[in-house]
């Protein structure tokens, strides 16, 4: 007996596998090599009656291929416990499956076509970093104008500490500056 890695009992579960495809053989086999519940295997072949699972097929090509592939055997478990792969994952079997020669051409079409029609999601660019509002001019000027004349005004200096920290002014508080440099500045 040659020594490639591969326990005994699963080559022989495997050549009984191939010899008889029937559903329940092949769950108990593949429950056995991936250490997956038969429970979950079985349910999930139990909701897909009557339909023809590619993804699954290949995987399962995929694994006698390549059976002690991590990658093929890491996405046979997530495919048998979520039921999908993601787009990214399926590009990754598509491309380890197209490397196998026994795999017909057809499923590897079909599988390209599941992944055609999978959506692409793109990460937006970071937008740029915009001040929250844009300092009007014309406040800073007339802040000036009032303290210049009269340096400790309290409440201009309270405002124009808030202009200085980018927060907004009210409207009331410009028009308060208005009135101060009417009262104050024309005199």
């Not at 802040?143 to 200096?157: E, G, M, S, T």
Request: hydrophobic share 35%; net charge positive.
């Amino acid at each position: 007996m040659v020594d490639n890695g591969i326990n005994p009992i699963h080559t022989s579960l495997r050549r009984q596998a191939q010899a008889n495809p029937s559903c329940t053989f092949n769950c108990i086999f593949w429950s056995r090599i991936i250490n997956i519940p038969l429970r979950n295997i079985q349910s999930k072949m139990a909701n897909n009656r009557g339909k023809i699972d590619i993804i699954n097929i290949i995987l399962e090509d995929c694994i006698m291929a390549y059976p002690l592939s991590s990658f093929i055997i890491s996405l046979y478990k997530q495919y048998m416990q979520r039921g999908s792969l993601s787009k990214k994952q399926l590009q990754g079997l598509y491309s380890k499956a197209s490397k196998i020669t026994d795999i017909p051409p057809g499923k590897l079409g079909t599988l390209e076509a599941i992944i055609k029609k999978m959506p692409t999601r793109f990460k937006s660019d970071i937008p740029e970093n915009q001040p929250l509002s844009n300092k009007d001019e014309s406040i800073a000027i007339l802040i000036n104008q009032i303290l210049d004349k009269y340096p400790a005004h309290k409440r201009v200096l309270y405002l124009k500490a808030k202009y200085d920290n980018n927060e907004l002014l009210l409207p009331s508080e410009r028009t308060e500056l208005l009135k101060f440099k009417q009262l104050l500045l024309s005199k």
